[in-house]
């Protein structure tokens, strides 16, 4: 008796609950499944019981009948969700209340109650498998008095055969629906994760991830001497671009200049976006070389145009600092870099500035 659908989430908005309602049709199919395997072993031993007729037209109620009516009842009623949740219950008083009906005969009786309270564990809804023990005892105590607790609890080698498929089955589709939820999973997490490191508007990675990019960077400088230039970019005038253009045009501004750091600065650079109209980037490199990409960066800019607003220029200023053989901190690097920001933005903009060839801590 199968019931596999994803926990309830209140807070998931408009999305979640199409979901919902979308909930009784794919719990439709797995109980058909549950009910159609789970009817040879239960015919098998009512045949090998001699059980009255009315046992069989409640194998044909529960195995044909229900799975109808469950479905109609979950699709008609104004909580879906709510409505499937006690249809689930009633699959589990089904599977408890069909073992008495087969005198306890051991093995698919166990197989049923097993199926049943296995299914409520991997819906994923918290304490369902718990809630529908109740309901499941219950049943087995109504049966038990239909049938006097009769006890045969021998298995015989046809109802053992006509066991296996659905022990095969339903191992096969609880085990393939926890891979998919898996790797639902795994793709949401990935994508959290790329979120926590990214700058919405830009694409570049955001202050933080950038911060431990670069801190990463200047490490690796430390310790094996590799060249290492921090690079501060800010646009110029962003502020006139926003009040004569407007600000759809400013973010466009932004991404188009995002755009040319992420191609012009290397594959091997950590470019993020400071906040605002700031940028960043840490780069492997001398400052020699982070001085000719600069240059190309300024020039690139220079020659940006937006579909939206033809009539646009925009500029860059550019502060380089150059990473030094003592054990600086990243905020030293970035505050050498902003000075010679600061002198860019200063001496007429459109530039760039480098602090030096090396950079050194201040004397005490």
């Not at 891979?179 to 830009?202: I, W």
């Not at 012009?264 to 700031?278: H, N």
């Not at 870099?337 to 860019?344: E, G, M, N, P, V």
Request: with cysteine; charged share 20%; aromatic share 6%.
């Amino acid at each position: 008796m199968r019931d596999d659908h994803p926990p309830r989430n209140p807070e998931a908005g408009t999305a979640r609950l199409s979901d919902l309602h979308l909930l009784p049709r794919r719990v439709y199919r797995f109980r058909m499944l549950g009910m159609g395997l789970g009817a040879p072993p239960i015919a098998l031993v009512l045949q090998e019981l001699g059980a009255p007729m009315w046992t069989w037209a409640w194998l044909l109620v529960t195995c044909l009948v229900w799975p109808q009516v469950a479905y109609v009842i979950a699709r008609r009623s104004a909580s879906p969700f709510d409505a499937e949740l006690r249809n689930l219950m009633a699959d589990s008083m089904i599977a408890g209340l069909w073992a008495p009906l087969m005198h306890f005969t051991a093995l698919p009786s166990a197989l049923l109650v097993t199926v049943a309270t296995a299914d409520k564990i991997n819906s994923g809804i918290r304490g369902l498998w718990l809630r529908s023990l109740p309901g499941m005892f219950l049943a087995v105590l109504v049966g038990g008095l239909l049938t006097g607790f009769a006890f045969r609890p021998e298995t015989s080698l046809p109802v053992l055969l006509a066991c296996l498929p659905i022990m095969i089955v339903h191992t096969l589709a609880v085990s393939l629906a926890s891979y998919q939820l898996v790797r639902k999973v795994q793709a949401q997490n990935r994508r959290l994760d790329e979120l926590s490191r990214t700058d919405v508007l830009t694409g570049l990675d955001n202050r933080r991830h950038w911060q431990d990019q670069a801190e990463a960077l200047l490490q690796r400088h430390h310790r094996e001497g590799r060249p290492a230039t921090l690079m501060l970019v800010d646009v110029d005038l962003f502020k006139q671009i926003n009040d004569r253009h407007g600000h759809a045009a400013g973010d466009d501004v932004l991404r188009g200049i995002a755009a040319l750091l992420r191609r012009g600065a290397g594959p091997q650079a950590r470019v993020g976006r400071l906040g605002g109209d700031e940028f960043a980037l840490a780069l492997p490199v001398g400052i020699a070389e982070a001085e000719h990409v600069a240059e190309q960066l300024r020039a690139g800019v220079e020659q940006l145009r937006l579909a939206d607003a033809p009539a646009l220029r925009c500029s860059i200023s550019l502060g380089l600092a150059e990473a030094g053989p003592t054990h600086l901190g990243l905020r030293e690097w970035s505050e050498a870099a902003d000075k010679a920001l600061y002198r860019a933005k200063h001496g007429g903009r459109n530039q760039l500035v480098r602090q030096g060839d090396s950079l050194e801590p201040d004397p005490a």
